[in-house]
């Protein structure tokens, strides 16, 4: 029996732990299938305040797992594929393995939507993008293209016009999901073309990295090059919450609801980080969740057990 079981091991999940050990809990950390989060997977960090010249994502992320075990949590590599959390203690299951624990932690995450171009693997990082605050620095001056017609594709398409030297939003529909105001904010963009409807279908590169897209018109279906140093694909996210399913409050896109911070309906379970928040999704402010979270795990476990 652990005091806190902490499932994920991104920015919220070791803020979590870190805050969770030093505060006594004996604390399990349990890794999932990407160890160190969505982090692991970008490149260069700017905006983690207090590392002066940057830092690369897996390298942020392996410093904060050795800071987590070295304090004391324990790094469990396996995932949780089930939880039972109508009792106490609540119950976790990694495979046949059944955990319990007297609070649990989920900072799960998010996952990127992608476009499931044949280039996603290589490209990554050399011109494709899923996050344009991460990332919108490298194309400073330079031709980009977005993706999407949500409120992120909007946001994401104006954030980078303030630093590239055209933006061109790509979206398949005449019709947008983003709010009005979104939509016009970015139709007034004067850096901001939008191409319509048209969605792309591969990629162009050099040893470099991205060079051009392929767009097909989606009522003539015929096919052209867009030359872009990079491509940002807003098309939304997936929380990582299935395994949550029929135990805990959800919206209408599968995010966990929280209250007071970071509680869920279910007393001893917290959520912290993207599986609670598809508004800010940045590192700084899943940590800060998780630092809530560690530190609301304690007080429940002080005046419960
Ligand atoms: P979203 O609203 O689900 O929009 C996704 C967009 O991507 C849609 O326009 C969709 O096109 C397009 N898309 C999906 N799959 C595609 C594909 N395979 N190829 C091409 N296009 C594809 O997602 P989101 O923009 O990430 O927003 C998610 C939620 O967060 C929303 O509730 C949004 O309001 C909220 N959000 C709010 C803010 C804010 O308030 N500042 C900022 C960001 C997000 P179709 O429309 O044709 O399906």
Redesign the pocket.
Known sequence: MSDVVIIGTGPAGLTAAIYATRGGLKTTVFAGMQHGGQLTTTTEIENWPGVRDGIMGPQLMADMSAQAERIGAEIVYEEITKVDFSGKPLRLWAGDKEIHAKAVIISTGATA?T??LPSENTLMGRGLSTCATCDGFFYKNKRVAV?????????EANYLAKLCSEVIL????P?????NI?VERTKKNPRIKMMIPY??VDTVADASGLTGAVLRHLDTGKTETLAVDGLFM????RPNSSVFKDQLEMDE?GYLKVHNFTETKVPGVFAAGDIAD??FRQAITAAGMGCQAGMQAIRYIEEHY
Not at 175 to 179: D, H, I, L, T
């Open positions: 939507r476009l499931g993706v999407g017609g949500g409120d992120s594709a909007m946001e790509i979206h398949r529909r019709v947008f999901r983003a709010s979104m969605d792309v807003a098309i939304g996210h896109n598809h508004v």
